[in-house]
């Protein structure tokens, strides 16, 4: 949805509600419209009044905004789910702790990447710059890293049908995941800027035909969205085992795990496993935990922690950032979950695109092999994750 302001003409050319609740502002300039600082200026004043006020302010107000920074048309995209918050510094504060001198010689490595993409015949698109950003950040600010993980981006999902097929959020399956587990990511960062997720069985009658690639599936969509509005610094899980019947575990084989912590986690995303807290864990985790000791490495096993009180998750994290069912002033876990699935509906677009993102075979310059993707066949390493 798009409103557009015409401050010659001193009106508004058109028109839309604002989204209640959540909402993203984005501003879309270039340079016949007016500079990136004075860009900056207007969405800052009005993301404080709309942080300042109960009611949010009408067009009209936001218009004068607009009016009083600049003399020029401005086009605002609004209205859409705000599942995830992040403030307009935080890209500022992880580019230094990447060691960066600046946000601009951040974005020149972007720059550099998507030329990269550009020569690359068999990619079957340009990547988005918000994409490329995350890439970097994932690849703590190295441009050929990153550049090896979008190819694998690109190339996984052929290699992986099973997992990548049939993984579009409107599915059917998506539906019955829905109403039998919470898997969310929570909307406030951490202090040291880490995405927590929460993870737990909603209805424990509904697990009967329970399918882990299907959790996999959605957490790979949780992920696009991460990539397209997100800082992907670092995760933290939090596990809830109530509810949770060894069913359940039972069937995550060592092969998907595998897949997804080696194949997917770490050669495709590179994400940063900051911790695990596991609450209320069932008799048999720590069982679990202990064969698993066996293939993680040392320093993956000292961020997987079990609670015996699930009050330390407040001491954790803080009551902002909890949901209202573990104490919290954040959202409950179903209302991010409905947040969650809305901002999937209107995303549909780019997920049916992504079901026809494949690389063209036939314009490979040099075929990666499964060993290169997945490590070398038939061994399983110790799964390491940064």
């Known amino acids: 949805m798009y409103a557009v302001w015409d401050v010659t003409a001193n009106k508004i050319v058109d028109r839309v509600k604002w989204h209640e609740h959540r909402y993203d502002v984005t501003v879309f300039t270039g340079v016949w419209y007016f500079t990136w600082d ?3 200026q207007c969405v800052h004043t009005i993301l404080r009044e709309l942080s300042s006020n109960q009611s949010l302010p009408t067009f009209e107000q936001a218009h004068l905004v607009i009016r009083a920074s600049t003399k020029r ?11 995830l918050e992040v403030d307009y510094d935080v890209l500022s504060l992880v580019v230094k702790l990447l060691n960066y001198s600046s946000i601009v010689s951040f974005n020149e490595d972007v720059g550099k990447i998507k030329e990269w993409i550009k020569k690359q015949p068999h990619f079957p698109e340009v990547m988005a710059d918000k994409k490329i950003k995350n890439f970097l950040i994932l690849n703590k600010g190295s441009v050929e890293k990153s550049k090896e993980k979008i190819e694998n981006y690109y190339t996984i999902r052929s290699q992986l049908p099973e997992i990548f097929d049939n993984i579009h959020p409107k599915l059917s399956y998506m539906e019955t ?3 039998s587990i919470y ?3 929570l909307p406030k960062l951490t202090e040291e800027l880490y995405r927590v997720f929460f993870y737990k069985v909603r209805a424990t009658h509904l697990t009967e035909n329970f399918e882990p ?3 996999i599936r959605l957490l790979l969509n949780i992920q696009e969205i991460r990539m397209n509005e997100d800082v992907t610094y670092g995760d933290v899980f939090i596990l809830d085992g109530i509810n949770t019947p060894f069913r359940c575990i039972r069937k995550v084989t060592p092969m998907l795990v595998y897949k997804t912590l080696i194949v997917i986690y770490k050669q495709v995303f590179s994400n940063r496993l900051k911790a695990v807290y596991i609450i209320n864990a069932p008799p048999y985790a720590e069982k679990i935990f202990s064969l698993l000791k066996g293939v993680l490495k040392p320093k993956l096993i000292e961020r997987i922690h079990f609670c015996e009180n699930p009050y330390i998750l407040t001491e954790k994290f803080g009551k902002e950032t909890l949901p209202a069912d ?4 954040e959202k409950s876990l179903g209302e991010l979950q409905e947040m969650l699935y809305q901002k999937f509906k209107e995303r549909e677009d780019y997920f049916t695109q992504l079901d026809k993102l494949r ?3 036939d314009l490979i310059p040099q075929r990666l092999t499964n060993d290169e993707i997945f490590g070398v066949s038939g061994n399983f390493k110790k799964l390491d994750i940064d």
């Not at 048309?73 to 599942?83: A, E």
Request: glycine share 10%; proline share 3%.
């Open 38 to 40: 004075q860009t900056i």
């Open 73 to 83: 048309k401005v086009f605002l995209k609004m209205g859409s789910t705000r599942v």
């Open 177 to 179: 995941l829905k109403a």
């Open 183 to 185: 898997l969310v990511p």
């Open 213 to 215: 690639v299907h959790v």
């Open 326 to 329: 573990y104490g919290g002033r």
């Open 359 to 361: 690389i063209n075979d």
